[in-house]
């Protein structure tokens, strides 16, 4: 959230399919709707088009074995009312993610499965494995939209994850030039081997698997394990202490210093309201860490160039850092890192033990 992030032409496709998702996931809980309900003309009905139904009905039919669909829809088709009951409540507390964002944040979202069942419940596995195959198959095939949100039938008009990442990185891209980096809008470091990210992991909120607010590429460094990876980015269901990508994004929120004292980046807040989100986002992402990696390896490049060029006086020194920094750009990965250590060696102290 170095970087600033918006939606993309095709945010409308993915989030018709959250409203897909919605609607199946709360028909699937109607008392009235019972495993034998659940045909391909049925769908047709009621998941808002003939197009949406039949693509539905592939999705479910289409998958065999210990990934058969069908049979999970069945089985959260033939719950009882109770479970029902519950299972309605989270889909619609999910629902309402946004709201969290707003003025008026309603009660801190459910962290845990509905209806008191534990994360390996067999219920809850078939739940999950229907959400998240709107996104594994679903959208690597892609969905039953064009970009505008408009279902349609004509596959080359489908929108598919290829085109959600390729989308993505051309609206981020800060050097149109297609040869150029692409950068990484969480951390501003190399945008290599994008993996889209699930902001709210799929596996505690699979009904977003699918949803323009819940996801966005990053570099592999941030969607690793140590980092990002699927931890919780919110604290006990409640979000006023979190930014969101799309939702509270951290634009201009974030300051780097060079602490001198630890001999370390350090990330902090442009203002004191965002404080404990720019710590929250820190320890999420582990960003003053990577940054003061990157800053003291760009130092080592520096001091072993000046040496090499045999620049050992302060003033030749100082000519060389100042048309370092004059030639950095905005529009290359680690730009915020390397316009620090342009800073910080050009003051007078730093100069001279850069020189020695
Ligand atoms: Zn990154």
């Not at 088709?77 to 889909?91: C, R, S, Y």
């Not at 629902?95 to 003025?103: I, Y």
Request: glycine share 6%; hydrophobic share 40%; with cysteine.
């Amino acid at each position: 959230m170095l970087k600033p992030i918006h939606r993309v032409p095709c945010s409308p496709a993915l989030a018709a399919c959250q409203q897909l998702m919605r609607r199946f996931a709360l028909w699937l809980c109607d008392p009235q709707v019972c495993g034998t309900s659940i045909t391909q003309v049925n769908l047709q009905v009621k998941m808002g088009s003939a197009i949406e139904g039949d693509w539905l009905w592939q999705l479910l039919a289409g998958s065999t074995g210990t990934k058969a669909l069908l049979d999970k829809a069945k089985r959260i088709a033939g719950l009882p009312p109770v479970d029902k009951t519950g299972l309605t409540q989270w889909v619609q507390a999910v629902s309402a993610l946004a709201q969290h964002f707003g003025p008026t944040p309603p009660a801190a979202l459910p962290v845990t499965p509905p209806n008191g069942w534990g994360a390996r419940d067999e219920r809850w596995a078939s739940f999950k494995a229907l959400m998240v195959a709107f996104y594994e198959e679903g959208l690597r095939n892609g969905l039953p939209y064009a970009a505008n949100g408009a279902a349609t039938a004509d596959a080359a008009l489908r929108v598919s994850y290829d085109q959600f990442v390729r989308e993505f990185r051309a609206a981020h891209r800060l050097d149109p030039h297609p040869d150029a980096r692409d950068v990484c809008v969480l951390c501003g470091g190399p945008l290599v081997l994008p993996a889209v990210d699930h902001w709210l992991a799929k596996k505690a909120f699979p009904l977003l698997a699918v949803c323009a607010d819940n996801l966005l590429p990053i570099c592999g460094e941030c969607n690793s394990t140590h980092n990002k990876g699927q931890k919780d980015v919110h604290t006990s269901g409640a979000f006023s202490d979190w930014f969101h990508p799309y939702l509270r994004h951290a634009n201009g929120a974030i300051r780097l210093r060079y602490d001198d004292a630890v001999l370390a980046v350090r990330v902090e807040s442009a203002t004191p309201t965002d404080l404990v989100k720019v710590q929250t986002l820190d320890s999420l992402l582990n960003l003053g860490q990577r940054w003061t990696r990157e800053f003291k390896a760009e130092y080592r490049r520096l001091q072993r160039e000046a040496q090499r060029r045999h620049i050992g006086n302060v003033q030749a020194l100082q000519q060389r850092l100042m048309e370092y920094r004059q030639d950095l750009s905005a529009a290359e990965p680690h730009h915020e890192v390397h316009a620090l250590l342009a800073e910080t060696l050009l003051d007078p102290a730093r100069l001279q033990a850069f020189a020695q």
